[in-house]
């Protein structure tokens, strides 16, 4: 899987919802995407960034993609029904789903964790995509080879300190996904992994280690080819696996 390169178009005219779209690995992955054919759905809270977005594909005269400006951090169950409602009337299936959407959260002891702050990570990072998978799994059920991708982190599967609800709620994501992978294998087309995108040079990024030379690290882009590989036929033989971006550069 090294150095994976897709067949041209190789997600032509599937529908694929990306949350977390309007910046950093949530907008390279939509630009590629959508450069291999997909009308991507962009899901943030960042409606200017969204609205560049937008642009930026229709400028390469890729597929017109879908915004859709929404807070998971204020979402209430009833709006994920509703963005579910939506995609159906629009498109009526969806053939993709990628959850890359997080907050980092304060970098603390676990002690010293404000519960405001838990409560907010864990809605954005854990409780969304467990509500969008919810409404949105009928909705990849009604597409021929459906994939559904979760953005893990390594601190999710070994806890280290200060990371507090973050790690928590990346190895929340990692279970979420073995779950579903389990339950849905025998009875969808649907198919359900992770990808760890491993040191990235994003905001998050900066944030965490603010003495780090943000030059030292890989850009965004360059880990797209594990998320079109997820998202492709050529992986249709997976699910319930974790992965790391940086196996397809």
């Not at 943030?44 to 609205?51: A, G, I, Q, W, Y």
């Not at 915004?67 to 009833?78: E, I, K, S, V």
């Not at 319930?240 to 550069?249: L, P, V």
Request: hydrophobic residues 40%.
């Amino acid at each position: 899987m090294a150095q994976y390169q897709p067949p041209e178009l190789s997600l032509k005219d599937r529908v694929i919802l990306i949350t977390g779209a309007a910046d950093g690995l949530g907008k390279e992955i939509a630009l590629g995407y959508a450069k291999h054919g997909a009308t991507v759905i962009l899901l943030d809270k960042n409606v200017s960034n969204l609205e560049a977005l937008y642009d930026e594909i229709v400028k390469h005269k890729f597929p017109e993609p879908a915004l859709y400006p929404l807070d998971l951090g204020g979402a209430t169950a009833d709006d994920y029904v509703t963005l579910a409602e939506n995609i159906d009337k629009e498109f009526g299936r969806l053939d993709g789903l990628v959850h890359n959407a997080a907050v980092m959260g304060p970098i603390t002891p676990m002690q010293l964790y404000n519960p405001e702050d838990w409560y907010k990570v864990m809605q954005i990072n854990l409780n969304a995509p467990f509500l969008i998978n919810q409404n949105c799994i009928p909705l990849l059920n009604q597409a021929e080879e459906a994939s559904l991708i979760f953005v893990t982190d390594s601190c999710g599967t070994q806890g280290s300190a200060y990371w507090g609800a973050y790690g928590v709620s990346k190895a929340g994501l990692d279970n979420m996904m073995q779950t579903l992978a389990d339950e849905l294998e025998s009875s969808t087309n649907i198919r359900i992994n992770s990808i760890d995108p491993g040191n990235i040079r994003t905001k998050m990024r900066a944030f965490a280690y603010p003495a780090e030379d943000p030059e030292t690290q890989p850009t965004p882009d360059l880990l797209v080819p594990g998320f079109l590989y997820l998202m492709g036929s050529d992986s249709k033989q997976f699910t319930g696996r974790s992965f790391m971006a940086e196996d397809f550069i």
